[in-house]
């Protein structure tokens, strides 16, 4: 029996195992796909935001003034990618330019420090690239950019080195709530725990429902975007909002902590929640809006284009609350943006609610808030020829677009919550992120994971089961084989 | 901290050439680094024949002309390192390698040449819209998986794009028992070698889909099919016209991109049109002592031109060790005219010119019977009549060193006669 | 009366040939849409006895890579080529082998040998690497 049962291993389940894990509790966090911060989280806009946007008085304005400020300390501890570069709102006409006071009037509301309006000189000076009919902007100092899977993977795998169990490939069949708690249904396997945080993204409706009544409901919304060559990468250096009009949020561009730049999202309410196709309406639409911001966009350097889904909650808000039917059952719904920026901080209340449920937590000892993680590239040369001296798998460079070694591979596969596919290797070193795509080494990275995990090459897949990259091998045309006899 | 007098960044094909010439033009230390674990680059996962036709009077496959090169590497003692790669060249000529045996090391060289090769156009960039199912892939990629591993990449295949990649791949695959359904293309004309159309997908019956493209991308796990559309005459596509073509497999060969990463961070000035540098009649760069050959330079289609190209740049690094390149001089510029996308080298220093000027160019679509015109400040010097002038086909024209010595002042224009109104 | 369409190969001309049989033609065929002499010889021969040099890889043990590159050392006969893949896929070779190595004599009796296509080093045995 488990105190804590964490139901979903995005954004905000990550966090949660990893507060959680400060406290002599013992949590199990359950995801359905084959890796952690495979949702929302691996297709988002990677944004730390500043939090004047949020209505007032509402949880997501209340989180994302709390949760902000917390990535400095937190991605330290984590060894994640994050910088605080800042944050524009561009108004493109007087119409614009006063929404944005009202934007700025709103900031102090929310308790949002430090953020002012810039006229069109002082916009240009600090960002040259930006289209000049730009008429203003909005500055928001505490914006930031964030590496949201890399954060994720980080919490997880920092969660199981501090006791947290974590369980892939078990999607949650059916829950029952006990005497005790609830037992929870899994393929091929179950459980039971005290408590149920359900962190199920654009399933935590249904996930709710196994168990309760239902009292909410969870919409997809899909979003598309385009990433640019690193080439295109120092176009801009803060994140560029344009002006929410009546037409809606319109597109953002920025430079991502890997030195990419990228430009979306368009919004598309999905009845299939598991569509996660793009369209060529939708980075058209994408294209096009954000074209507006710049004076050019690199049309030329596009490296890669992908869709994510928001769980956007039918309260127009967070879902942060126990479950009115179920007793126990705390649901963690609609974490859709500002959830990245909310999340530590959504991760805190949550531990404070169960707390009061539980009747005081008591904090565990031997909590280890540090996780390193090597970037072989960002080492001094002298830090890298005694790490090669150590192993020489450092030395053999891999991915050519992003130098990335073979050793880095090779540990991101070994640590806890380690990767499994090539697609899980991508994300956490990055191998296939580059301009090649992964043409020069996906071959290399599928040898690697096969050798260390002990699998045959043919049974590497790209990410979710089914995704098979090899068929068999050559040399399987037989003599008795029918056809092709006359070419 | 090594000393070479030059540094090879790169041991296929260019790589390979142009040490061994700057070896027998008298210099003696020479580095070649390959980031491979052997010799030979793209070459050793093209097992097809063809290759060597100018250079040898034969046809080898990749592995045996890369293997000629080799060996002769390795008869004049020339020094390489494989499982090594260059991870930075400054303008002064200063390269940063890195290797499993030494970790980091520096090498001050004399003259540099830049021998990277290219890189394919993958998904990203063509910007087909669909899910991101496994089963898409590069042709390139899936020609080491099939030639040097020995695995099968897919049952039912579609390849886009009529790169000679991706027909060579188009016949490996059906001979290893795949059913390769099209080929689908959006020009009205193969980007490969006509030989490839007929003896890639012809003798197997592969049909390719001129004038069509791919629009969309099915399945979530492994990919399901392809869904294809007719394209108008700016390569748009025509709504009404999609169709679906189920298949496990979609091979991309979409073109390929110069790998100019060192080069830039070297501070090489690049042509936009070919991806690679801005060179002179001595295959040397914007920046002094730091020369281009191959693929890096601009993409070939024939190996045997590769081989020419890097022999110039391996002798002119050689003369340029010995002091024997003039850097200063008369400066005439090399421009495309009208039917023209670009002529390699950019310029000549007519002082350097002492062999016949060779230059390479592609042109900008199909033309029929008509003469490839170079004129001298604007004064017609050669015409070659050509029957037929393909963008997939590189031309080379070969121009008098005396001829050029004597009559140019301002530039050399190379263009395709107009048509007679 | 067999009759065939074929483009040219010979140069990047690619010429549209039809190529007939005809028994009063000199060599028993009738070539047209070529624009030289060297067409109606490819028609004659790509109708009368096209040949293809077969290239392809061998299963190989003790080497860094799984796979061997070959070929045909001439043409074979086009009707055969998937026979001949059938037999090259039963073939396996053993490091070291080197280019030009005989790996299928006499290959369904055509006269032609597939040989190796490349030099194969074996593996290093591997040395201890004390931590």
């Known amino acids: 029996m488990y105190d804590v049962a964490i139901i979903g291993a995005g954004i905000a389940g990550c966090s949660i195992a990893r507060e959680l894990a400060k406290y002599r509790l013992s949590t199990v966090l359950i995801e359905k796909d084959y890796d952690v911060a495979n949702g929302t989280t691996k297709a988002n806009s990677a944004i730390v935001h500043a939090g004047y946007d949020a209505k007032p008085g509402s949880l997501k304005a209340k989180f994302n003034a709390l949760g902000n400020p917390m990535f400095d300390s937190l991605c330290r501890d984590l060894d994640v990618p994050f910088k605080r570069i800042g944050s524009l709102v561009l108004a493109f006409n007087q119409e614009e330019v006063a929404t944005l006071e009202k934007l700025k009037d709103q900031s102090i509301i929310n308790g949002i420090p430090g953020v002012k309006l810039l006229n069109r000189e002082e916009v240009r000076s600090i960002e040259p690239n930006v289209s000049d009919a730009a008429a203003g902007a909005l500055y928001a100092p505490t914006g930031g950019i964030v590496g949201p899977w890399e954060l994720a993977i980080a919490m997880a795998e920092n969660a199981a080195e501090n006791g947290v169990q974590v369980l892939l490939e078990s999607p949650v069949t059916g829950i029952v709530k006990t005497q005790q708690g609830f037992r929870i249904n899994m393929k091929g396997k179950t459980l039971e725990a005290k408590y149920i945080v359900n962190c199920a993204g654009i399933h935590a409706d249904e996930v709710h429902d196994m168990v309760g009544e239902p009292y909410f409901r969870i919409l997809a919304r899909k979003g598309e975007y385009d990433v640019f060559d690193k080439s295109a990468g120092k176009l801009v250096s803060h994140v560029i909002f344009q002006c929410p009009n009546e037409k809606g949020k319109g597109v953002l561009v920025t430079p991502s902590v890997s030195g990419n730049l990228l430009i979306g999202p368009n919004a598309q309410d999905m009845d299939d929640r598991n569509d996660l196709s793009t369209t060529a309406e939708g980075l058209d639409f994408v294209r096009k809006s954000a074209a507006k911001s710049l004076k050019a966009l690199p049309s030329g350097a596009v490296i890669n284009n992908f869709a994510g889904l928001r769980a956007r909650s039918d309260r127009d808000d967070f879902i942060i609350e126990e479950s009115r039917s179920a007793e126990g059952f705390i649901n963690v719904a609609g974490i859709e943006s500002p959830g990245l920026t909310a999340a530590p901080a959504i991760a805190v209340h949550v531990a404070e609610l169960l707390g009061e449920k539980i009747g005081g937590l008591v904090p565990n000892p031997d909590f280890n808030p540090h996780r390193t993680f090597t970037v072989f590239h960002e080492l001094q040369d002298e830090e890298k020829n005694e790490l090669v001296k150590k192993d020489s798998r450092y030395g053999r460079i891999i991915c050519r677009c992003e130098w990335i070694t073979e050793g880095e591979i090779i540990d991101c596969i070994k640590r806890k919550v380690g990767a499994t596919t090539v697609d899980g290797v991508k994300r956490r070193v990055r191998p296939g992120y580059g301009r090649c795509q992964g043409g020069f080494c996906g071959p290399r990275v599928m040898e690697i994971l096969a050798r260390e995990l002990g699998k045959d090459i043919t049974e590497i897949r790209k990410d979710a089961e089914g995704s098979y990259i090899l068929t068999g091998e050559t040399k399987t045309v037989r003599l008795n084989d029918g056809g092709g006899s006359d070419v | 901290m090594y000393d070479f007098d030059i540094v090879v960044v790169g041991g296929g094909p260019a790589g390979l050439a142009a040490a061994i010439e700057a070896k027998n033009n008298g210099v003696d230390r020479i580095l070649v680094i390959e980031r491979d674990r052997e010799l030979g680059g793209i070459l050793q996962q093209c097992i097809h024949n063809g290759f060597g036709l100018q250079i040898f009077k034969e046809e080898l496959t990749g592995p045996e002309y890369a293997e000629r090169f080799i060996l002769e590497l390795q008869k004049k003692e020339i020094m390489y390192k494989t499982d090594t790669m260059a991870i930075h060249v400054s303008p002064d000529k200063l390269v940063t390698i890195m290797n499993a045996a030494e970790g980091i090391s520096h090498i001050r060289a004399k003259a540099v040449i830049l021998a990277m090769g290219c890189r394919e156009r993958a998904r990203g960039a063509i910007n087909i819209s669909g899910t991101r199912p496994a089963g898409v892939m590069t042709a390139g990629a899936a020609q080491r998986f099939v030639n040097m591993e020995g695995y099968m990449v897919g049952k039912e295949v579609v390849i886009f794009g009529s790169g000679d990649i991706g027909l060579i791949m188009a016949r490996r695959m059906a001979l290893e028992g795949a059913a390769v359904k099209m080929v689908v293309e959006r020009k009205p004309y193969s980007a490969g070698l006509t030989r490839n159309i007929v003896q890639c997908l012809e003798d197997y019956d592969i049909p390719i889909n001129y004038t069509h493209t791919i629009v969309g991308i099915k399945g979530r796990e492994r990919l399901e099919g392809v869904v294809i559309s007719k394209v108008d005459s700016k390569k748009r596509p025509i709504a009404g016209t999609e169709e679906f073509v189920s298949c496990d497999t979609l091979l991309l060969s979409v073109g390929l991109i110069p790998e100019n990463e060192l080069s830039e961070a070297a501070g090489v000035k690049l042509d936009p049109v070919t991806g690679g540098a801005v060179v002179n009649e001595a295959m040397e760069t914007s920046v002094e002592g730091i020369f281009a050959c191959g693929n890096v330079l601009h993409v070939h289609d024939l190996v045997d031109y590769v081989t020419l190209e890097s022999r110039k740049a391996g002798k002119n690094a050689a003369r340029y060790v010995k002091g024997l390149l003039e850097g200063e001089g008369t400066i005439i510029e090399i421009r495309a005219g009208s039917g023209i996308r670009y002529v390699v080298p950019h310029f000549v220093r007519l002082e350097n010119l002492k062999d016949e000027l060779e230059l390479y160019m592609r042109c900008d679509d199909i033309y029929n019977d008509k003469k490839l015109i170079v004129k001298i400040d604007g004064k017609s010097v050669k015409e070659v009549y050509k029957r037929r002038l393909m963008p997939s086909e590189m031309e080379r024209v070969k121009l008098d060193p005396k001829e050029v010595l004597r009559k140019a002042k301002g530039s050399i224009t190379v263009e395709i006669e107009k048509e007679v109104q | ?131």
Do not use: W
Not at chain 3, 24 to 53: F, H, L
Not at chain 3, 70 to 82: I, N, Q, T
Not at chain 3, 90 to 95: G, K, N
């Open chain 3, 1 to 131: 009366m067999q009759k065939k369409e074929m483009i040219c190969i010979v140069c990047p001309l690619g010429c549209q040939l039809e190529v007939a049989e005809d028994s009063r033609a000199e060599k028993g065929y009738k070539v047209d849409g070529n624009r030289c002499k060297r067409g109606t010889e490819y028609g004659i021969k790509e109708m009368s006895d096209p040949t293809r040099v077969v290239t392809s890889t061998v299963r190989l043990k003790g080497a860094y890579l799984r796979r061997l590159p070959v070929r045909s050392d001439g043409p074979v006969p086009k009707k055969l080529v998937f026979e001949c893949m059938k037999r090259i896929a039963e073939a396996e070779v053993q490091a070291p082998v080197r280019m030009g190595d005989v790996i299928i004599e006499n290959i369904l009796d055509t006269g032609i040998n597939i040989i190796a296509s490349k030099s194969m080093q074996p593996l290093q045995p591997l040395t201890a690497i004390s931590p």
